[in-house]
């Protein structure tokens, strides 16, 4: 930037997060001396600074944005409150369908063990094997007849006859 | 979270004030009421930052709930590695540029050019080194700053209003809008220097240049 005079008002690129600190009365010591000598050679770094501090004084006269009303925070957290119930709300949906598969599921679950309960139960004298009917010599003896019985006919009578005959020899 | 009454006291609120570190550990664990402590503390500088970015006074309010209520649904998230504070003004920001994508608007744009008196009011303002004490003053200055920052890119015009006039440091302008310290620091010095030189250029244009200090050396547009 060139002034009618032919100055230049651009500051170092070296010095100018420096001359931004000097500016605000931030630097201290050694930098503060260094950049005092720089500025006693400069005319570009004096005149940038000098803009600069007209620059602060021009913003500084400035009032900063009227704040909110007083009933900002509170309808801030009335928008807070509706939303945290909506969302509790919306999870609640989220989680509905398969909280009632579960419930279905558990339903089921229970009847049909009820069913198989109650099947077994009912059967269960019904499924015991009888004993008395599986004994060997009624599997290994079918055509003799029951020796407690008396021989009803002639034939019994002849086959009772034989079978002893059998016995003997 | 859970929601809390909205009536419920919290517990302690009439001590010490608490940290903000305090406040945002209440909140994850469930005490809704904590973070009005949070809103109260933080809309002040919310709201100037939305204000500074946005320009539009009938959006400023309404962004800056909307803010905090992000704030409250991301709460969970937030690992307090950053302060409270940090992380607000960025979700601000943030806000404040997905409202304007949205709305697709620009930030407002002053096209009117200044009136005699506002020139003359410029003039006043640079010559003088006591800035005006009354609010009222104070407030059209703002106006008429405003009008003149347009001479900037938005960032180095948000840049200047927030530290300046908003009173943000610049280690939270670096953080809010993810820029190195020294790169704000040297954007700063630069916009100060372009909002003075647009000033004189208003003022010569007014044909009122007469009126302009003589320590400054005359300038070509």
Known sequence: MQTDAG??????????????????????????????????????????????????????????????????????????????????????????????????????????????????????????????????????????????????????????????????? | MAASAPAMALPGSQAEPRPDAELVRLCQNGTVAAFEDLVRRHQQRVFALVAGILRRPQDVEDVAQQVF??????????????????????????????????????????????SEEQVSQLDGIMSSERPPQ?????????????????????QDRQLLLLKEVEGFTVQELADMLRLNVNTVKVRLFRARGRIVQASRRRIRASGSSDARPASRPERKD
């Open chain 1, 7 to 169: 100055l230049n008002t651009q500051a170092c690129p070296k010095y100018e997060v420096l001359l931004e600190d000097y500016l605000h009365g931030e630097l201290e010591g050694a930098d503060a001396r260094n950049v005092a000598a720089h500025l006693a050679g400069c005319a570009g770094c004096r005149l940038a600074l000098a803009d600069a501090a007209a620059g602060t004084r021009l913003l500084g006269a400035a009032s900063p944005v009227p704040g909110p009303g007083a009933a900002f925070s509170r309808t801030a957290m009335a928008r807070i409150y509706a939303a945290e119930q909506e969302r509790t709300a919306e999870r609640a949906v989220f989680w509905q369908p398969f909280v009632s598969f579960g419930w279905r599921l558990a339903a089921a679950a229970a009847l049909a063990l009820l069913v198989l309960v109650t099947y077994g139960a009912s059967s269960g004298r019904r499924l015991q094997p009888n004993v008395l009917a599986l004994r060997p010599t009624a599997v290994n003896d079918l055509f003799s007849p029951d020796p407690a019985r008396s021989p009803a006919t002639s034939d019994e009578v002849l086959m009772m006859l034989a079978e002893n005959d059998h016995g003997h020899q």
């Open chain 2, 69 to 114: 209520l992000k704030a409250y649904l991301g709460l969970g998230r937030f690992d307090q590695r950053a302060a409270f504070s940090t992380w607000l003004y960025k979700i601000a920001v943030n806000e404040c540029w997905d409202y304007l994508r949205k709305k697709k608007v620009r930030p407002l744009v002053y096209e009117a050019d200044l």
């Open chain 2, 134 to 154: 009354n609010p009222r003053d104070r407030a059209e200055i703002r106006q008429l700053l405003e009008k003149v920052l347009d001479a900037l890119p938005e």
